[in-house]
């Protein structure tokens, strides 16, 4: 069965990459995606996170979707299968403006899903993102990002934005997949860069986030998991451009991760050497290695006593950005806050692309694997779970979109516990989208 399963993940991604590297020879409207912090970037057409070009003036952008879904397993169970027919209806506000100074783009997108079977599950989701870059000087430019949502994980996020390099691009989440949980989470970050030279850069970057989880569908939480999690990171990095378009640097980060009820605490600490560089037409490479530490505090309710370990930290990033597709590669390895209850992250990677050919069809999709060690009061628990997702669509108009797609999840537990199994997931869609803009004066 796992063989089976795995044949049909890996012949979803060739048809995928197949659809990516087809032949175009019409230049799309939409492929350019939110540039970088570069003076240079900021300048040449920037884009919001879905491609729409920022303006001197307040823009405008509204998307509804209306989409029907097959899920194969929508209790996501390894012994008792059962599907339904889901009606899946979203839609994304968005309002973006560009000053002298001042970039600014907030988006809110609802998603509400209704189930022809198991009414009982229906559930409305939401979603708010937003990002600030202000130019203190020539030299200094502030970055302020928050992300927000509140939704039942049987309903499965739909999309995760997720950064390559200068890219930031829609990757299916397959961790907010736990069944009768509803999960908000909220995260905040603050970046200040300074160029000192036209070789020498130094940032400072302090992240925040929280996961909460209350139960769903009158189904209580197991008293193993942890119903609040906490993370705090702060980084430096120093980058210097040694030969034009190639740089060396170094960063260091310190992380904090706190579980409550029942509660366990530990710290992160590492250090990279990194080396990035860009070339060609639009391609970027970024990678970074060294060594790390964690410190895991006792924990007096499991008996846990104390414990400290080395390893390393690594990240790898591959982007390519033109004017008919864009694709992103990353990988990472180290800790950092999970949204499966109670977990942390170890390892995880992506592949992203979205690709227009022809006059009217498009294609897009992804590929994301997550390894993470849940943090049991009495054990510690280690999962792996993978997630692909295809989907094609025919532009009728401008603002008129059909799509049709396909997803696949997975998720592995390596121990057999009563609070966790494995399952997969296949989900079948057709849907319709609409977009209208419209733009305020200055």
């Not at 889901?86 to 403006?97: K, L, P, Q």
């Not at 702060?234 to 980060?253: A, C, M, Q, S, Y």
Request: contains cysteine; neutral net charge; charged residues 15%.
């Amino acid at each position: 069965m796992k063989i089976e399963k795995q044949f049909r993940l890996l012949c979803m991604v060739l048809l995928c990459g197949t659809c990516l590297w087809a032949q175009d020879s019409t230049p799309s409207a939409d492929a350019q995606l939110a540039a970088g912090n570069q003076k240079s970037e900021r300048e040449a057409s920037p884009r919001t996170f879905f491609g729409q070009p920022f303006a001197g003036h307040w823009t405008f952008t509204s998307e509804f979707s209306y989409g029907q879904e097959y899920d194969d397993n929508v209790f996501s169970s390894s012994q008792i299968r059962l599907s339904d027919l889901v009606s899946r209806i979203s839609a994304r506000f968005t309002a973006a403006v560009q000053k002298k100074h001042l970039r600014m783009q907030i988006h809110y997108y609802p998603d509400y899903v209704v189930y022809k079977k198991y009414s009982d599950r229906d559930a409305l989701s939401n979603r708010l993102a937003g990002q600030m870059d202000y130019s203190l000087s020539g030299r200094t430019d502030l970055t302020w990002t928050i992300d927000g949502a509140r939704a039942p994980g049987y309903t499965g996020s739909p999309v995760q934005l997720l950064t390559f390099g200068p890219l930031v691009l829609p990757v299916f989440d397959p961790s907010a997949l736990q069944s009768n949980t509803t999960i908000l989470n909220a995260d905040t970050g603050i970046n200040l860069t300074h160029r000192f030279s036209a070789r020498d850069t130094v940032s400072v970057n302090m992240q925040a986030a929280t996961v909460h989880f209350t139960p769903a569908n009158g189904v209580p939480l197991s008293t193993l998991f942890s119903q609040d999690s906490f993370s705090g990171t702060g980084t430096v990095r120093w980058d210097n451009e040694f030969v034009p378009k190639h740089k060396l640097g170094l960063e260091i980060g310190n992380s904090y991760f706190g579980f409550l009820n029942p509660s366990t605490h530990s710290f992160y600490q590492y250090v990279k050497l990194r080396y990035s560089q860009t070339f060609g037409r639009g391609f970027q490479i970024s990678a970074g290695a060294g060594p790390s530490r964690q410190e895991a505090q006792a924990n007096p309710f499991s008996g846990q006593t104390k414990n400290q370990s080395t390893g390393y930290a690594a990240d790898f990033s591959f982007s390519k950005a033109s004017e008919r597709q864009n694709i992103g590669i990353t990988y990472t390895h180290g800790s950092q806050l999970g949204l499966t209850q109670g977990s942390l992250a170890s390892d995880g990677a992506a592949l992203s692309f979205m690709r227009r050919f022809g006059r009217k069809w498009h294609t897009d999709g992804s590929f994301g694997y997550s390894r993470s060690q849940s943090q049991f009061a009495l054990l510690l628990a280690n999962n792996s779970s993978y997630s692909a997702s295809g989907e094609i669509g025919y532009q009728a108009r401008p603002d008129l979109d059909f799509t049709a797609g396909y997803s696949y999840m997975n998720e592995m537990i390596e121990q057999s516990l009563p609070a966790l199994q494995d399952f997969d997931r296949n989900v079948y869609r057709l849907g319709v989208h609409y977009t209208f803009q419209w733009l305020t004066s200055r």
